[in-house]
C-alpha cells in the first residue's frame, strides 16, 4: 500500500487540493458504514482537515459540495482529546505493517480499516500529557 501524509501545518494551496482528495477518501473510510448502503457523514466521528489543521468531532449535514463542517462542541483544529476519546468515536484498530520497536508507538500511532482502504492517524502529545492531538493523516485506497 502507498501512503501519503497529510501534514497539517503545510499551508501550500497544491498541499491544500492533496489534502481535501485525501480527507474525501478518509472521510468515506472513517464514515460509510458498507459498500452496499448510502455513505453518510452527517453526525458521524470524522477527522477533518482543511486550511486551519485538523479537527475532530461530529459531522454537520454536507451541504452544496461546500467545505464540510462540525457540529458546534466539536473539538476545534488542533485541539487535546482524551486517548479514551479517539477509541469511542472511531472504534478498534486493525493488525497493520510494523512501524518498530519504539516505546509508546501504539499510544501515538492509530490505524482503521476497512476492506482494502487503511487509514493511519498519527497522534502526539499536548501539554497535558494524558491527552492527545492529530498532527497526520495517511489515507490507502487500493491493496498492493
Known sequence: MTFAPIRA????PSTLHRSARALSIALLVMGSTAC????RLSGRWVLLTGNTGI????SDQPSGGGPLHLVPGSAAPGACLPSEEYERAFGATCPHEPEG???GIEDRVRWYCHGD?????RLEPCERRDRLRVVE????TRGR
Open 55 to 58: 479537527a475532530v468531532g461530529q
Open 101 to 103: 520497536d519504539a516505546p
Open 9 to 12: 501545518h503545510v499551508r501550500v
Open 137 to 140: 493523516i495517511a489515507v490507502a
Open 117 to 121: 482502504l487503511a487509514v493511519r492517524v
Open 36 to 39: 452496499t448502503s448510502t455513505a
